[in-house]
């Protein structure tokens, strides 16, 4: 290559450098997917049964239902993605490392899931 002529390669490889998300990121969407859950735990407790005669009225319970499963198990993703290095560190081999994983796992969905007092 000439002098005058750029490195593609390098350049390339500065562009596609991988990128940390803002430290404060994680930590909104935590919260966001938190509030979308309990949002949608509140439309299921306020909804009747009696109500399930009309189809009209199905739409509210289902979305919150929707809603509410994928909010909530974004967060248990999310949750149990942010203690994997913890997790790994203490696993003796890849049976023990996911035993911990599903264990934790567990644990989070009933934190998540729990009815509120």
Request: hydrophobic share 45%; glycine share 6%.
């Given at each position: 290559?000439?002098?005058?002529?750029?490195?593609?390669?390098?350049?390339?490889?500065?562009?596609?450098?991988?990128?940390?998300?803002?430290?404060?990121?994680?930590?909104?969407?935590?919260?966001?997917?938190?509030?979308?859950?309990?949002?949608?735990?509140?439309?299921?407790?306020?909804?009747?049964?009696g109500a399930m005669r009309?189809?009209?009225?199905?739409?509210?319970?289902?979305?919150?239902?929707?809603?509410?499963?994928t909010a909530g198990s974004?967060?248990?993703?999310?949750?149990?993605?942010?203690?994997?290095?913890?997790?790994?560190?203490?696993?003796?081999?890849?049976?023990?490392?996911?035993?911990?994983?599903?264990?934790?796992?567990?644990?989070?969905a009933r934190r998540i899931?729990?009815?509120?007092?």
């Open positions: 290559m000439s002098a005058g002529s750029p490195d593609f390669e390098a350049l390339l490889r500065q562009a596609l450098r991988p990128l940390e998300p803002p430290a404060e990121l994680a930590a909104r969407l935590e919260t966001t997917l938190s509030e979308l859950t309990e949002l949608a735990q509140d439309e299921l407790d306020a909804w009747e049964l009309d189809p009209r009225n199905w739409v509210r319970p289902v979305a919150a239902a929707v809603i509410g499963g974004a967060l248990l993703a999310l949750r149990i993605r942010r203690t994997h290095r913890r997790r790994h560190a203490a696993s003796s081999d890849l049976l023990d490392l996911a035993g911990r994983t599903l264990s934790d796992a567990a644990g989070e899931f729990e009815r509120r007092g």
